[in-house]
């Protein structure tokens, strides 16, 4: 399974920070958290509902 499919609606926020730990572990820190306390810092996860989800922008495609 890949780690997008573990992390659900994460994976895909624009809200999301991968915070990657000395021991190389990763965490996704909910960057709505930081100012609104209905975000928990670490959510449990999969993440598969949440009021604050908003899809990151998609990045331009380079051209070859």
Do not use: W
């Not at 810092?41 to 949440?50: F, G, M």
Request: charged fraction near 30%; aromatic fraction near 6%; proline fraction near 11%.
């Amino acid at each position: 399974m890949k780690r997008s499919e573990n992390i659900g609606l994460c994976a895909t926020c624009r809200h999301v920070e991968t915070i990657v730990s000395a021991r190389g572990s990763t965490f996704s820190l909910c960057q709505l958290a930081l100012s609104d306390p209905r975000f928990p810092k670490y959510p449990t996860l999969p993440v598969l509902a949440c009021e604050g989800y908003e899809p990151r922008p998609e990045r331009p495609r380079e051209e070859d």
